[in-house]
């Protein structure tokens, strides 16, 4: 766990502090402090960290130490700060104040808030049957003591004929079954990433996956997804050949949260690639059941794995529901022993009565998944038409599929956005919170999860906030220098 911040990484995150909205009333300490406070609100900046020492920030920010001395006295008073006298200062938050330190809100925290800072839905109403279905089947399990370390077997079974299905011949010793795609990819980062190993990822990409790699202390690089395009093949394949990352992590399918889909000759190339380079590729496949305009689904990547270097990871959470808690892992019979070998040591197993719901949801797959398009192509639209109408300026690729876009916006703004979306009622993830340096500013996620009119209320809201921060003062915008 990180304890200490160093002036040149709090620098870094802290961005354009020195423009952000409003900031032309405020002195200079004034703005720091509040530039720290939104970090430490929108979780980029740790509670419990220690902060440079005065002295080091003022150099890295190119400002006096006064200024520094003062903006930490500030957030001494406001309850963000605590000093100890030659020990350092260290970050808190004051009474009751929330903070989202991993991307996700206490459910039911706020119910008035419209939360856009979480791309998943509601759970299908076929999960009550497929519930009770389930604990007609648990006497068959009670007699044993429960422990599946590699998952039930007609779970794995399911799920091995799903990728068959698609074109990529499986067994079930080939399938962990896990506790979400979260842990899927916790896993194999721990099997295959010791600490100080190289990981190539996208950016911006999945917040939660950098968590899960920040937890292993790999040294990471990027491959910067454009946002009307996607990713850049060469940029992308080059990449892998100069810095042969130990492992590399891809959405490939309406990536979180651009919402590209990658297409077939780049899958192909990526993992000849990938084995050229010695790379581990980690396949998300998150949201491949979401294609949303009827358009074929390109192949799995693992179709074009020759070598055994492909891992794909998926769950339920996206086209059925988060609350299940069931993932998966797709990789050789031998790969998948050693994962459920280290699993003991995390959890021991999955649960099984929700394995076996999961059983049954998947019989009823095609009426469920077909709902779930139907539903989402609608909220997507209204969702189009609401930025149209209220946030012109915006631009935006609409998705073919997924649960998500990634709007540019018109300006540095995403946070000072998010924070000021949360005085109307919105809960917003800032696009920094995508990537890795604080940049992204000008980009903001916006899921499409949620019932049409909630949306365009929601962009409503975000609207009228946005002109606010207009009226504020329009700060001088700096053209970000790097947008990965
Ligand atoms: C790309 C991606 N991977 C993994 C997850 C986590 O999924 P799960 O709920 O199955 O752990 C998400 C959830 O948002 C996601 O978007």
């Known amino acids: 766990m990180t304890t200490s911040v160093r002036g040149g990484q709090l620098a870094r995150l802290l961005g354009q502090w020195?423009?952000?909205?409003?900031?032309?009333?405020?002195?200079?300490?004034?703005?720091?402090?509040?530039?720290?406070?939104?970090?430490?609100?929108?979780?980029r900046l740790p509670l419990g960290v220690r902060l440079p020492a005065e002295r080091e920030l003022a150099e890295s920010l190119g400002v006096s130490r006064t200024t520094v001395s003062a903006s930490y006295r500030a957030l001494r008073e406001s309850g963000h700060l605590t000093s100890r006298r030659g020990a350092g200062s260290w970050t808190t938050l004051p009474n009751g104040h929330r903070v989202a330190t991993s991307g996700l809100w206490t459910p039911g925290d706020d119910i008035d808030m419209i939360d856009l800072g979480v791309a998943a839905h509601a759970a299908p109403a076929e999960l009550i049957a497929a519930a009770r279905a389930a604990t007609d089947d648990l006497p068959r399990f009670l007699g044993s003591a429960g422990y599946h370390p590699s998952g039930l077997i007609e779970l794995r079974e399911v799920v091995a004929a799903g990728y068959t299905a698609r074109g990529?011949?499986?067994?079930?010793?080939?399938?962990?079954?896990?506790?979400?795609?979260?842990?899927?990819?916790?896993?194999?980062?721990r099997l295959s990433v010791p600490a100080g190993a190289s990981v190539l990822v996208e950016s911006p990409t999945y917040p939660n996956a950098l968590a899960a790699l920040s937890g292993r202390r790999a040294r990471i690089s990027t491959h910067g997804l454009d946002a009307a395009t996607g990713w850049d093949g060469e940029l992308l394949l080059g990449a892998l050949r100069q810095t042969r990352p130990r492992l590399?992590?891809?959405?490939?399918?309406?990536?979180?949260?651009?919402?590209?889909?990658?297409?077939?000759?780049?899958?192909?190339?990526?993992?000849?690639?990938?084995?050229?380079?010695?790379?581990?590729?980690?396949v998300d496949e998150s949201f491949v059941d979401l294609p949303l305009d009827g358009a074929e689904m390109p192949p799995p990547v693992?179709?074009?794995?020759?070598?055994?270097?492909?891992?794909?990871?998926?769950?339920?959470?996206?086209?059925?529901?988060?609350?299940?808690?069931?993932?998966?892992?797709?990789?050789?019979?031998?790969?998948?022993?050693?994962?459920?070998?280290?699993?003991?040591?995390v959890d021991m197993?999955?649960?099984?009565?929700?394995?076996?719901?999961?059983?049954?949801?998947?019989?009823?797959?095609?009426?469920?998944?077909?709902?779930?398009?139907?539903?989402?192509?609608?909220?997507?639209?209204?969702?189009?038409?609401?930025l149209g109408e209220h946030l012109p300026e915006w631009r935006f690729f609409v998705p073919t599929g997924g649960v998500m876009l990634w709007a540019e916006l018109d300006g540095p703004i995403s946070s000072a956005l998010a924070r000021a979306a949360e005085d109307v009622g919105v809960r917003l993830a800032p696009g920094p919170r995508f990537g890795l340096d604080g940049t992204l500013e000008r980009f903001l996620r916006l899921p499409f999860t949620l019932p049409a009119d909630t949306l365009t209320e929601a962009i409503r809201r975000i609207a009228s906030v946005r002109h606010d921060l207009d009226r504020a003062g329009r700060p001088a915008w700096r053209t970000p220098t790097v947008i990965t």
């Open 18 to 43: 020195h423009s952000l909205p409003g900031r032309h009333r405020s002195p200079d300490y004034a703005a720091l402090a509040g530039a720290v406070r939104g970090l430490l609100t929108d979780g």
């Open 168 to 189: 990529v011949p499986t067994s079930a010793e080939q399938i962990l079954i896990t506790s979400g795609t979260q842990q899927a990819l916790d896993l194999v980062l």
């Open 248 to 282: 590399a992590y891809v959405i490939p399918e309406f990536q979180n949260p651009t919402g590209h889909l990658m297409p077939t000759e780049l899958r192909e190339r990526l993992a000849a690639t990938a084995h050229a380079a010695g790379t581990e590729l980690v």
């Open 302 to 345: 693992a179709v074009f794995d020759r070598h055994s270097r492909v891992v794909s990871i998926g769950g339920m959470s996206k086209a059925y529901w988060g609350g299940l808690r069931i993932g998966w892992v797709r990789a050789s019979a031998p790969l998948v022993q050693r994962l459920a070998a280290l699993r003991v040591g």
């Open 349 to 386: 197993s999955s649960p099984v009565l929700e394995q076996l719901v999961t059983v049954h949801l998947l019989k009823d797959a095609a009426t469920i998944v077909a709902a779930r398009r139907t539903e989402l192509s609608a909220r997507r639209d209204a969702l189009v038409v609401a």
